[in-house]
């Protein structure tokens, strides 16, 4: 046998490649890019502002209640700050250390899957950690990854309990309630169906225990017990996310109480059907989702080849976990890319086990598309796509982009040597991510860096100067700064009234056309989400925000 192709038994060395490319991952994160405004300022800023009042119960924004997201990520920041003291880099760990554990389960969910192919796990963590979309929000501070760590962990409830363990259920209700102190009630649609489901995928004359050896399947499901067993794990999913939500209720005031029982279930939906984006809106974003994987023409001929050959119930468990969900977001019309994300290990599981009998890794279509990639990056580098300079803070550096190339060739030739598909597709996948980020630095720091903005109001405020924000406030700066108290978030003619009563004030102004700051005297200027944002005094203020937009 070629030593190229020799399979790792056990799977272990995949899972830890899996996680050195997810540390390396989370390494260039911090390094390329700051905390982005709005959603990873905000999230973090609302955990500072629990951190600074001292209220784990409620979390709070600029100052009022703020119920749009439960409690669980602050917590998480909270905890690394109680150890290594307040931060700006605990916040962005604590998702690649979720992905970790996201990996983990991933490997040993296929070990439940397909006992007698132990493999399969680290080929499946491997699979995720290079997928395009996982690897974006496995470094951003956003809500997914962690809700896809409790999906996970409902999925591991439910093979044990489909083995026959009770603490199956127990496991799925603890899933449950931790989902929903994490992103709220969107758990139940990612766990509800593979529980429906069930007679479906649980098929023993179809193929291998669900288990390991030690854990005895049952060839007889009495679906009565296992519905009531459904039901009361939704019920202890309930009262671990009522200990929170009644006293945080009773803490947070009428509106906040209303919120998080009504405004974050009914209000939602019907926000959701509001006919935002089409039924078929995820489809043409799946190859970039899911790259370098969906585009491999090898992945679709063995999974035509196993649909042939018969599904077995591992491979049934990964459909009716991931395609009534893809199939209800894509009914819900309020559509963002991330909202998949927690079906992501599905697609990992379902890769490794149609890879399992796979020794060809032809990667002709990925390695060529990274290498256009590539080319594209070197042609900006060196000026040639005219429109680009008009449009960046700087063109990006050369070298990523000869190194993308150059990444693309090694890993086409690796796979016409016989070197397996899965590690060469995932070392492109992320390799490709990371060199994109190191170009893409220069352009990303003087947009988004926002942390001397945030300087500079603090200094106003500790000089006991009133601060205001002339636009709707996300409360991006309150953590960058330390802010200990929150802006005035004024708009339209109550800041007109405000700024007349203040005359001392300063106030931060979000301007699109830059040429209206020639000759402006601001205390901070900066660039901002394509336009400037400028601290000046209420009279400038005043000025700027009267002046006529061409």
């Given at each position: 046998m070629n030593p190229l192709q020799t399979p790792d038994i056990s799977g272990r060395g995949a899972l830890l490649l899996s996680?050195?490319?997810?540390?390396?991952?989370?390494?260039?994160?911090?390094?390329?890019?700051?905390?982005?405004?709005?959603?990873?300022?905000?999230?973090?800023?609302?955990?500072?502002?629990?951190?600074?009042?001292?209220?784990?119960?409620?979390?709070?924004?600029?100052?009022?209640?703020?119920?749009?997201?439960?409690?669980?990520?602050?917590?998480?920041f909270h905890a690394g700050w109680a150890v290594f003291g307040v931060n700006d880099w605990w916040p962005r760990l604590v998702l690649p250390l979720f992905s970790a554990g996201s990996m983990l389960l991933t490997y040993l969910l296929a070990r439940r899957l397909w006992p007698e192919r132990a493999g399969l796990g680290g080929q499946a963590a491997l699979v995720l950690a290079s997928m395009l979309m996982w690897i974006v929000f496995s470094t951003t501070v956003m809500f997914d990854v962690l809700l896809t760590f409790w999906v996970l962990l409902g999925m591991h409830g439910v093979l044990a309990a489909a083995a026959g363990k009770r603490r199956g259920f127990v496991m799925l209700g603890i899933a449950i309630g931790m989902g929903v102190l994490t992103k709220g009630p969107v758990i139940l649609l990612n766990l509800l169906p593979i529980a429906v489901l069930a007679p479906w995928w649980h098929s023993p004359r179809q193929a291998p225990s669900l288990t390991n050896g030690s854990e005895p399947s049952t060839d007889r499901m009495h679906w009565g017990c296992w519905f009531g067993g459904v039901g009361l794990a939704l019920l202890l999913g309930?009262?671990?996310a009522l200990a929170w939500a009644l006293p945080a209720g009773m803490a947070g005031g009428e509106a906040y109480r209303n919120a998080i029982f009504w405004g974050q279930t009914a209000?939602?939906?019907?926000?959701?059907?509001?006919?935002?984006?089409?039924?078929?809106?995820?489809?043409?974003?799946?190859?970039?989702?899911?790259?370098?994987?969906?585009?491999?023409?090898?992945?679709?001929?063995?999974?035509?080849?196993?649909?042939?050959?018969?599904?077995?119930?591992?491979?049934?468990?990964?459909?009716?976990?991931?395609?009534?969900?893809?199939?209800?977001?894509?009914?819900?019309?309020?559509?963002?890319?991330?909202?998949?994300?927690?079906?992501?290990?599905?697609?990992?599981?379902?890769?490794?086990?149609?890879?399992?009998?796979?020794?060809?890794?032809?990667?002709?279509?990925?390695?060529?598309?990274?290498?256009?990639?590539?080319?594209?990056?070197?042609?900006?580098?060196?000026?040639?796509?005219?429109?680009?300079?008009?449009?960046?803070?700087?063109?990006?550096?050369?070298?990523?982009?000869?190194?993308?190339?150059l990444l693309a060739l090694a890993v086409w030739l690796a796979g016409r040597r016989g070197f397996p598909a899965v590690p060469g597709l995932a070392v492109l996948g992320v390799g490709m991510l990371v060199l994109l980020q190191f170009a893409a630095m220069r352009s990303i720091e003087p947009l988004y860096n926002i942390k001397p903005m945030a300087l500079a109001i603090r200094q106003l405020q500790e000089a006991g100067v009133p601060v205001a924000n002339a636009a709707k406030y996300h409360a991006q700066y309150q953590?960058?700064?330390?802010?200990?108290?929150?802006?005035?978030?004024?708009?339209?003619?109550?800041?007109?009234?405000?700024?007349?009563?203040?005359?001392?004030?300063?106030?931060?102004?979000?301007?699109?056309?830059?040429?209206?700051?020639?000759?402006?005297?601001?205390?901070?200027?900066?660039?901002?989400?394509?336009?400037?944002?400028?601290?000046?005094?209420?009279?400038?203020?005043?000025?700027?925000?009267?002046?006529?937009?061409?």
């Amino acid at each position: 046998m070629n030593p190229l192709q020799t399979p790792d038994i056990s799977g272990r060395g995949a899972l830890l490649l899996s996680l050195l490319l997810l540390a390396a991952l989370a390494v260039v994160a911090l390094l390329t890019r700051p905390l982005a405004p709005i959603d990873e300022t905000r999230y973090v800023s609302a955990a500072w502002e629990m951190w600074l009042r001292g209220d784990f119960l409620v979390p709070f924004k600029n100052g009022e209640p703020y119920s749009h997201k439960p409690p669980f990520m602050f917590w998480m920041f909270h905890a690394g700050w109680a150890v290594f003291g307040v931060n700006d880099w605990w916040p962005r760990l604590v998702l690649p250390l979720f992905s970790a554990g996201s990996m983990l389960l991933t490997y040993l969910l296929a070990r439940r899957l397909w006992p007698e192919r132990a493999g399969l796990g680290g080929q499946a963590a491997l699979v995720l950690a290079s997928m395009l979309m996982w690897i974006v929000f496995s470094t951003t501070v956003m809500f997914d990854v962690l809700l896809t760590f409790w999906v996970l962990l409902g999925m591991h409830g439910v093979l044990a309990a489909a083995a026959g363990k009770r603490r199956g259920f127990v496991m799925l209700g603890i899933a449950i309630g931790m989902g929903v102190l994490t992103k709220g009630p969107v758990i139940l649609l990612n766990l509800l169906p593979i529980a429906v489901l069930a007679p479906w995928w649980h098929s023993p004359r179809q193929a291998p225990s669900l288990t390991n050896g030690s854990e005895p399947s049952t060839d007889r499901m009495h679906w009565g017990c296992w519905f009531g067993g459904v039901g009361l794990a939704l019920l202890l999913g309930t009262a671990i996310a009522l200990a929170w939500a009644l006293p945080a209720g009773m803490a947070g005031g009428e509106a906040y109480r209303n919120a998080i029982f009504w405004g974050q279930t009914a209000d939602r939906m019907v926000d959701s059907f509001a006919h935002q984006r089409p039924v078929w809106w995820y489809l043409p974003l799946l190859p970039v989702m899911l790259f370098p994987w969906f585009v491999w023409p090898g992945l679709w001929q063995a999974l035509a080849r196993h649909w042939r050959e018969g599904l077995d119930r591992g491979t049934r468990f990964c459909l009716a976990w991931m395609l009534p969900v893809f199939v209800a977001f894509s009914f819900i019309s309020g559509k963002q890319p991330h909202y998949l994300v927690p079906l992501f290990p599905a697609f990992a599981l379902l890769t490794a086990r149609v890879l399992a009998e796979r020794t060809s890794a032809r990667l002709g279509l990925p390695a060529l598309l990274a290498a256009l990639l590539g080319g594209a990056l070197i042609l900006a580098a060196s000026g040639q796509i005219a429109s680009l300079s008009g449009q960046v803070e700087q063109l990006p550096p050369l070298w990523p982009g000869a190194l993308l190339v150059l990444l693309a060739l090694a890993v086409w030739l690796a796979g016409r040597r016989g070197f397996p598909a899965v590690p060469g597709l995932a070392v492109l996948g992320v390799g490709m991510l990371v060199l994109l980020q190191f170009a893409a630095m220069r352009s990303i720091e003087p947009l988004y860096n926002i942390k001397p903005m945030a300087l500079a109001i603090r200094q106003l405020q500790e000089a006991g100067v009133p601060v205001a924000n002339a636009a709707k406030y996300h409360a991006q700066y309150q953590f960058l700064g330390r802010l200990e108290r929150p802006l005035v978030a004024l708009q339209g003619a109550e800041l007109t009234r405000w700024l007349a009563a203040h005359p001392a004030a300063y106030v931060v102004v979000y301007v699109k056309d830059q040429q209206r700051l020639e000759g402006l005297k601001a205390r901070h200027l900066q660039k901002y989400r394509g336009g400037a944002a400028v601290l000046v005094d209420a009279k400038t203020a005043a000025a700027l925000l009267a002046a006529p937009v061409n």
